[in-house]
């Protein structure tokens, strides 16, 4: 049976120069999301001009790297760095934004829904109100019809009369007559 051999990074024990912490002009930090600068946030572990991070001392005054008591045991990085963003960031505005926008995709949603309810019933109106008109054109048709057929059986029946009895015709005429 084959022994796995595990290898872990260890650091080593050389000293090295870290860069020194001088201020740079203001356009070459990032523009933060998080409220305030990163100046204005104090942390337990930052002192003036060092930084210990799970239990080594970085100094930027001297250069020097302090490796004494180097040890990485009980030290999880990302646990380290999650912890810090969570005091740093703060989610409530976005949990409010998200709440927000929610809550109007459901008032969206809904005038939405209302919107094609008012739609669908103004079709069924239309359709109701065009049967209606189309049922009104073929009345007006049908009276029109009758009319000029009434129209034609008078002028049939006056032209008959006046041949038929002219005098008595002519007085009635002058009697009944009515100017427009």
């Not at 919107?115 to 049922?135: D, I, K």
Request: overall charge positive.
């Amino acid at each position: 049976m084959a022994a796995h051999h595990r290898q872990y990074y260890q650091p080593s024990a050389v000293p090295m120069s870290m860069p020194s912490k001088a201020p740079a002009p203001a356009s070459m930090y990032p523009i933060s999301r998080v409220p305030g600068s990163p100046t204005d946030y104090s942390d337990a572990s930052t002192t003036a001009g060092s930084r210990t991070s799970g239990g080594m001392t970085f100094s930027s005054a001297g250069g020097d790297y302090d490796s004494s008591s180097a040890s990485y045991s009980g030290v999880d990085v990302v646990d380290v760095l999650s912890d810090r963003m969570q005091d740093a960031f703060d989610p409530t505005p976005l949990d409010r934004s998200l709440a927000s926008q929610a809550q109007t995709s459901g008032q969206l949603h809904a005038k939405q829904q209302e919107l094609m309810e008012l739609q669908a019933m103004a079709e069924r109106r239309m359709r109701g109100l065009r049967a209606n008109f189309n049922e009104g054109l073929k009345t007006a048709r049908e009276t029109k019809r009758d009319l000029e057929w009434t129209q034609k059986r008078v002028s049939s029946l006056k032209s008959k009369a006046e041949k038929a009895h002219p005098e008595e015709y002519r007085r009635a005429s002058k009697k009944y007559t009515y100017d427009y």
